[in-house]
């Protein structure tokens, strides 16, 4: 078994363009293959809204039951990011979006909006949100 440590990998020809091998013959890049931001947040409480733990969320806005902002600490190239986010409500079998959830600008290059939604009921809902940024920082 072989092990390499370094602190910092940086491409040889782009800084950021290290490409990995995948299988035999397929690639792809390293830096296209991470996640830019993440988000565990706790809102189950319905008047407290906090963040369990992140990677490049400056802040979360709660804009009412079941309607949240993740505002980015660093901002997305573009608004046409992918977002792949889940809800811990199992009563409701929820469903999370990363659309505008009401709030102005929601889904933009330095805020992501998510809307947890009561399939039963077809009202938003309060509940513990996970989410991921996939995309390109600017």
Same mark, same amino acid.
């Given at each position: 078994?072989?092990?390499?440590? %370094?602190?910092?990998?940086? $491409?040889?020809?782009? !800084?950021? +363009?290290?490409? %990995?091998?995948?299988?035999?013959? !397929?690639?792809?890049?390293?830096?296209?293959?991470?996640?830019?931001?993440?988000?565990?947040? +706790? #809102? #189950? /409480?319905?008047? &407290?809204?906090?963040?369990?733990?992140?990677?490049?969320?400056? #802040? %979360?806005?709660?804009? /009412?039951? $079941?309607?949240?902002?993740?505002?980015? &600490?660093?901002?997305?190239? /573009?608004?046409?990011?992918?977002?792949? #986010?889940?809800? *811990?409500?199992?009563?409701?079998?929820?469903?999370? &979006?990363?659309?505008?959830?009401?709030?102005?600008? $929601?889904?933009?290059?330095? *805020?992501?909006?998510?809307?947890? =939604?009561?399939?039963? &009921? $077809?009202?938003?809902? +309060? !509940?513990? %949100?996970?989410?991921?940024?996939?995309?390109? =920082?600017?």
């Amino acid at each position: 078994m072989s092990e390499i440590k %370094v602190d910092t990998l940086t $491409g040889k020809t782009t !800084a950021n +363009d290290i490409t %990995v091998t995948v299988g035999a013959t !397929a690639t792809m890049s390293l830096e296209q293959g991470l996640a830019k931001a993440w988000m565990s947040l +706790d #809102s #189950s /409480g319905g008047s &407290t809204t906090g963040i369990n733990d992140s990677l490049n969320t400056a #802040s %979360v806005l709660d804009n /009412g039951v $079941g309607q949240y902002g993740q505002n980015f &600490t660093n901002a997305m190239s /573009g608004a046409t990011y992918s977002t792949v #986010s889940a809800s *811990r409500d199992n009563a409701y079998h929820n469903v999370v &979006t990363n659309w505008d959830a009401g709030i102005t600008n $929601g889904y933009s290059t330095t *805020r992501s909006g998510i809307a947890n =939604l009561a399939s039963n &009921t $077809g009202s938003y809902t +309060d !509940a513990d %949100v996970s989410t991921n940024i996939l995309g390109d =920082l600017a």
